[in-house]
Structures are given as C-alpha cells and as structure tokens.
C-alpha cells in the first residue's frame, strides 16, 4: 500500500508541480502579488494530495510564537516537504536557497520572481554580504525570512554544523529569530521515493530576542532546534545524550 500510494503520489506531486509551473508563466509580467498567491496556492494542493493520497497529514505547534511582522524563520531541514510548507503558513515567505535553483528553467523563473534570496554558498564573505543586503530589502516589504542553519538537508537524528548565514542576518537585520523544529524526514525523507503515513510535527519556539552575540546566537539556536526536533523522533532514533566531561581542577 505504502509503494502504491507513492507511485501515485509522486506522479500527481511532479505532475501539479510541472503544470502550475507552465500555466503561470504569463504570470511573470504580472505584478509580484500574482506569482504570491499562486505559490500559495501550489502548497495548499500539495498538502491537500499528502493527506488524500499519502494520509500524511500536517500538525503545526506554536504557531503563537511566530511574530506578526518579519522575522527570521530558522528551521531544521530534513525535507522537500519543508521548502513547500512555509509557502502556505506565512502570508509572503521568504526563502533563502541556493543560487544554483534559479538557472532551473521556469522553476528558478519563477523563484526569481516570487524575490526569494539566492546564495552563494562557495562565495564567501562577499556572497554573505549580498545575502544579507537582498534579505533586508525583503523584510523592508514586510516578509519573514526562512533560512536552513545547517544550510542542507539531514536525515532524522542527524545534525551538521550550523553556518554564519543566520548568525550575518540577525546581526545586520536586527529581528527575532525564530527556532522551528521538524520530524519531516521520518516520512518524506531526502530523495527518498517512498512516502509514508503518518503526522509531520512543525514545532515553532519561542523567538530568540535582536541583538544576541553570534556565539550565544547559534548555540542558543542549535540547542532549542536540536533538543526539540530530536524529542519529535521515536524513542529508537533519538541520537543519545552526550556524555558530561568532568572538568579538570
């Protein structure tokens, strides 16, 4: 049953994905509003064929953490299903993501349309700056920000260092900073074909306050998305405690 409903799945996810794509392409010489509203859109079908097909169904926790005004949404990565979500969630999401996405053909038109934020990931400190300068034009408007700290995806219990990416927009844009924790990857997993039933956990923490130095920024960071995202997997998967090392005198 899981392979069945995975064929079918798959087959109605690229192929809504591979139409809407196409039929918005006169959309492009509309104002930005037009291209919103049909990203929207997009993901609410999206969630509509993971829990008619897949009964994979969607829960978000804290919602009354996210702030009114922009913000910076800094979330765990395990998923596709976590590029799509925020789509739906937030009035005008704002995605930071790879430069390499927007010389996709008609996908990367429409990303580049819909203002997200391309990175360079080899480009260094000048690639962090440009970053940082489109972003707080796109909070200027009023949007929220969605950035991946571990700047890639992992599979459920792991964890990757967390980059400078959210400590440099913080700094420069001075909002909140907003930890949400994930299980995705327990039934979308990376490239993974089969899909599974089941609840997607979105758990949104409360803000980290403006102003926090980097370090105390990304450890409090990684501490509130790890803990929580760790505390979504079932008791098997947990990755264990670390074990205290006694201080020398």
Not at 44 to 67: F, K, S, T, Y
Not at 75 to 101: G, M, N
Not at 156 to 161: A, F, K, T
Not at 182 to 201: D, H, Y
Request: net charge positive; charged share 20%; glycine share 6%.
């Amino acid at each position: 049953m899981i392979l069945l409903r995975s064929v079918l799945f798959n087959l109605a996810f690229f192929g809504t994905t591979a139409a809407m794509a196409l039929a918005a392409l006169p959309a492009l010489a509309l104002p930005r509003r037009v291209i919103r509203r049909l990203l929207r859109l997009y993901a609410q079908i999206v969630l509509l064929l993971m829990r008619g097909i897949l009964d994979l169904r969607v829960r978000l926790e804290g919602a009354e953490h996210i702030p009114a005004g922009p913000a910076i949404i800094a979330s765990k990565h395990q998923s596709a299903f976590d590029t799509i979500f925020w789509l739906s969630a937030l009035p005008d999401a704002c995605y930071v993501l790879k430069r390499e996405l927007l010389a996709i053909p008609v996908w990367g038109w429409h990303a580049r349309r819909a203002g997200m934020i391309p990175v360079d990931r080899a480009g260094g400190g000048a690639a962090l700056r440009r970053m940082v300068r489109i972003a707080a034009q796109r909070a200027a408007e009023g949007r929220s920000i969605i950035i991946y700290p571990e700047g890639t995806r992992t599979a459920p219990g792991s964890r990757l260092p967390y980059q400078p990416g959210v400590a440099a927009l913080a700094a420069a844009l001075r909002l909140p900073v907003v930890p949400v924790a994930t299980n995705s990857g327990l039934f979308w997993g990376r490239r993974a074909f089969l899909k599974r039933p089941g609840t997607i956990v979105v758990r949104v923490l409360p803000p980290l306050p403006p102003g926090l130095p980097r370090d105390a920024l990304i450890a409090r960071l990684e501490e509130a998305i790890e803990t929580a995202s760790a505390a979504l997997l079932p008791a098997p998967a947990r990755p264990a405690a670390a074990t205290p090392v006694p201080l020398r005198s």
